[in-house]
Every structure is written in structure tokens, then in C-alpha cells.
Nanobody
Framework: QVQLVESGGGLVQAGDSLRLSCAAS????????MGWFRQAPGKEREFVGA????????DYAEVVKGRFAISRDNAKNTAYLQMNSLKPEDTAVYYC?????????????????WGQGTQVTVSS
């Protein structure tokens, strides 16, 4: 069973950058497609982006495309979400998720393991 721990959240101003990390343990990291989701207050959790097992393919939600970038370091068992040009509407709890042996998907139900989330707050 994989355990995921997000870190790097915080309070920033609009236009700032932030990098989230997702450290995995308890499994073979390279077997997992990694996804990032977020949930804003009063809203459903939504897909942010995902990266393939090799790191060669990524996919992003339209609202973050061009501003956010996902990467992974399989040697360190860690995935990253680089967030640039942050906007107040990016305020949310950000979650990483792992999908065993599957390809990139935007669907929450396809992911097998989830982290506890990290808060990102963007002030205007």
C-alpha cells in the first residue's frame, strides 16, 4: 500500500509561484501514474493534472494549462506540482493521488491512493 504525503502549501500573493511535493512510500513508485487534484471551499474536487509513470506524458486541466507543471523524480519517489502566476481562484486544498499501472486519467475514481492534502491560499 502506498502512502502519499503532500507538502509545500502555504499563503502567497496573486502572481507568486509555489511548488508542491508529493512523497510516496510503501510501494514501487514507478508503477504509479500520479495525479494532482484540488478542492476549493464549497466546491467538488477537481482534476488539476497528471503525469505518466515514466514522466514522459502529462495532462492538465484547461484552467491551469500554461501556468502549472507536473514533474516527478522516480529516484526520489516524489512528484511535484509547480504552480506559477497563481490566482485567488487557485485557492484550494491540493491532493496528490496514485494510480497503479494505469494511464493518465482525469477521473478521481481511477486513482487508488490519496494524500491528506495541503492548503494553498492565494491572496489578491
Amino acid at each position: 500500500q502506498v502512502q502519499l504525503v503532500e507538502s509545500g502549501g502555504g499563503l502567497v500573493q496573486a502572481g507568486d509561484s509555489l511548488r508542491l511535493s508529493c512523497a510516496a512510500s510503501g510501494g514501487t513508485f514507478i508503477l504509479y501514474t500520479m495525479g494532482w487534484f484540488r478542492q476549493a471551499p464549497g466546491k467538488e474536487r477537481e482534476f488539476v493534472g497528471a503525469i505518466s509513470r515514466s514522466g514522459g506524458t502529462t495532462d492538465y486541466a484547461e484552467v491551469v494549462k500554461g501556468r502549472f507543471a507536473i514533474s516527478r523524480d522516480n529516484a526520489k519517489n516524489t512528484a511535484y506540482l509547480q504552480m506559477n502566476s497563481l490566482k485567488p481562484e487557485d485557492t484550494a486544498v491540493y491532493y496528490c493521488a496514485a494510480r497503479l499501472l494505469g494511464s493518465i486519467t482525469t477521473r478521481e475514481v481511477e486513482y487508488d491512493y490519496w494524500g491528506q492534502g495541503t492548503q494553498v491560499t492565494v491572496s489578491s
